[in-house]
């Protein structure tokens, strides 16, 4: 069986086959390591037209997600969740994302917490959002991308999904494919070249192709808090604070 179990609670699955139907993300569902599945909110609607959304109570611009077909569509990832033996553990509630612009913003940190997890459940909301009731009684995490708003929540648990696949064994092909990259170790990722070494008068620093490996992870380092220091004080900072406590070496904030 799978590594992980991702369940995508929406009303537009096809965009979330599309994307996981390319690329690194289709082979690590071949070789089952994941397992992906959308379930379309509306096929759960018990509304003869099949509609999902209603004008908020107190009034107010747009609509809002109503709670029958969403809390519908977790009963039956809830049951097949049971015939994976996926809900086994009673005491240990399946991680349920919401995706909205109030909750806690993602980061690497997270994403290496969820890729532990056995199961993960999305939901995407639309229009302004879905009905509180339904954050309370089954959401677990809401989760935001970023401090900006879009028109669904399909988008962030792409990206999401995407993040967290990469950190689980066998979906990489290499091991160290993500631990030196931006954000490992609070530094962002040292510049990287390719062939030809000399590209429209740009040339390939001679260290990068010295073959002095020593001399290289040295380069890389120091260009990578050079890049920190001037794009994200905020990273730098905890670089500084973590090498402080770890050494006595004392990189300046």
């Known amino acids: 069986m799978w590594d992980i179990r991702i369940n995508v609670m929406t009303l537009f699955p096809d965009m979330i086959y599309s994307y996981v139907g390319e ?26 037209h099949k509609k999902v959304d209603d ?4 009034g107010g611009a747009g609509m809002v997600m109503t709670p029958q077909p969403i809390y519908s569509t977790y009963e039956k990832i809830m049951e097949d969740m049971d015939e994976l033996g996926l809900n086994s553990d009673t005491n240990k509630k399946s991680r349920l994302i919401y995706l909205s612009p109030k909750g806690r913003t993602f980061d690497q940190n997270m994403a290496k917490e969820l890729a532990s997890e056995e199961s993960i459940t999305f939901l995407c909301g639309h229009y302004e959002g879905v009905d509180q009731r339904i954050i309370d009684l089954i959401v677990t995490d809401e989760v935001s991308i970023g401090d900006y708003v879009l028109t669904g929540g399909e988008l962030p648990a792409l990206v999401m999904i995407d993040s967290i ?23 962002l990722e040292y510049p ?6 000399e590209f429209m008068g740009l040339e390939v620093p001679q260290v990068v192709i010295s073959g002095n490996h020593k001399k290289v992870d040295e380069w890389r380092l120091e260009e990578s808090k050079k890049l920190t220091k001037k794009r994200r ?3 730098w900072t905890r670089y500084c604070k973590e090498i402080n406590v770890k050494t006595n070496k004392k990189d300046k904030i």
């Open 165 to 187: 696949a990469r950190l689980i064994p066998g979906v990489l092909n290499k091991q160290e494919s993500f631990e030196d990259e931006t954000f490992e170790h609070n530094l």
């Open 233 to 235: 004080k905020d990273l």
């Open 55 to 58: 004008y908020p109570f107190g």
């Open 23 to 48: 690329s690194i993300i289709k082979r690590a569902v071949e070789k089952e390591i994941l397992d992906i599945k959308a379930y379309n909110i509306r096929d759960y609607s018990e509304n003869k």
């Open 192 to 197: 990287q070249y390719t062939r030809p070494r």
